[in-house]
């Protein structure tokens, strides 16, 4: 991954905090081709028990940016996720995929979710 892809992730975050109606503003980019094939942030809606969600939990961005490109993802390609969470100053906050959610990109096909900490950014395989 390089620098300036998680660069562009962090400003479109940044640009698009005020739609976030949580309050851990947390985005998710599915990334294929060195290109963000399309984002998704935590938002309020139902999402499936079968996942393995609580029935009181929100669309998390993870889901929301999967919904966005399932239809544009290249199947023969692999694909990874960048998340970032950013705080009320727009700095960025530990982001790491919740089990459920790695779960979930895992049996998709994600690769590897990267994700911002108050320092840098880790990655995980999937």
Known sequence: MSKRLFKQCLE????N?????????HFSFIIQDNKIIAWGFNRRGRVHKKLGYNWYSNIHSEVDAFKRAKRLLDASNHWYIINIRLNNLLQPMLSQPCSCCCNFLSFLGCT??????EQSFNKIKL
Not at 112 to 117: N, P
Request: proline share 0%.
């Open 17 to 25: 905090i005020h739609k976030c109606t949580e309050t851990n503003n």
């Open 112 to 117: 590897k979710a990267i994700y911002s900490t």
């Open 12 to 15: 479109i975050a940044k640009k």
